[in-house]
């Protein structure tokens, strides 16, 4: 194994909070810098990464034959079109969840990192076999967790599950960040929930209806060239992964209008 | 507090609910933490008893230790079985000697 490549885990514990659409985004930022990427739909039961990167339709083999040995990598890898240095390799069968073992996940991300500057994976939701198959294939980890009380709670479940299997670094991408119910207080701010979970954080993403029509496309925000916030944190995400020190956007600043100006003055902090 | 809570209170209207949420959330998180995998327990109570066992005489086979709540306490129960001398005396190992076990 390529001791130099990045494996790293997205992960969440919760659905629904951004763990896929983060990976495609992130890949596709990653691959644009021109390091190799490889992103691992490491979610057998309910695969997704292929369809949020338009690559649904170029599935030929999946992880699956790769582990059966009946063909080779590069044969399974599905290279992106627009963006050649990344490519995916697509979950298999939802079978595959009843023999799959933490072996089998170490062997797959091993022959990606003989390719690979960089290998993401695409953790199912949940803490169970699934989860700790992928864990155990990673070096280090992204846990994405939305400022909302449940998918804060299941964060803390995660980080210390990552903690005491020695996967280091760990960071986090607050994701679906309301600027204005932030200012008027009625949604976790950024530093309520740096502050909870104790994890340095990566970057926060805006929410942005531009990811919901990336994903009707196929196309992730970051290919698309679309100026949108949801757009420009995901490259400064990838930025900050490869050591660029890129300052956070500021969701107070969001915003310029009477209203949000009104709303700013009411957050001042009195004692 | 923001000028947005004093006029909360004023107007008598509900707190914000970020704030409901981080008090909800520590709360919880709190509980949640508390709770130790089986993992390290066993590795916890293997400890202890090399640590007991290093002056008295125990089964290392039926120690128990275990987490035992009550409200929001939380306390961690041994039971360390001592092994006896034919005499009734408990045995106790010479400060300093090394177990073997």
Known sequence: MSTNTRIILICSGKGGVGKTTLTANLGIA??????????LDADFGLRNLDLLLGLENRIVYTAQEVLEESCRLDQALVKHKQEPNLALLPAGNPRMLEWLKPDDMQRIVSMLSDQFDYVLIDCPAGVEDGFKNAVSASKEAIVVTNPEVSAVRDADRVIGLLNTNGINPVQLVLNRVRPKMIASQEMLSV????DILALPLLGLVLEDEQVIVSTNRGVPLTLSGINSPAARCYSNIASRLQGEEVPLIDPAKEGSGMRDKFRRLMQTKIF | MTLRDILNKLLRRQESSANTARERLQLVLAHDRADLSPDLLDQMRKEILEVV?????????????????????????????????????????????????
């Open chain 1, 30 to 39: 990653l691959a644009r810098t021109g390091v190799r990427t490889a992103v």
């Open chain 1, 191 to 194: 530093d309520d929930v740096t």
């Open chain 2, 53 to 101: 066992a290093k002056y008295v005489e125990i089964d290392i086979e039926e120690g128990a230790v275990s987490l035992e709540t009550e409200d929001r306490m939380t306390a961690l129960v041994a039971n360390l079985p001592i092994k006896r001398l034919p005499s009734g005396a408990i045995k106790v190992k010479e400060h300093g000697e090394s177990s073997d076990n």
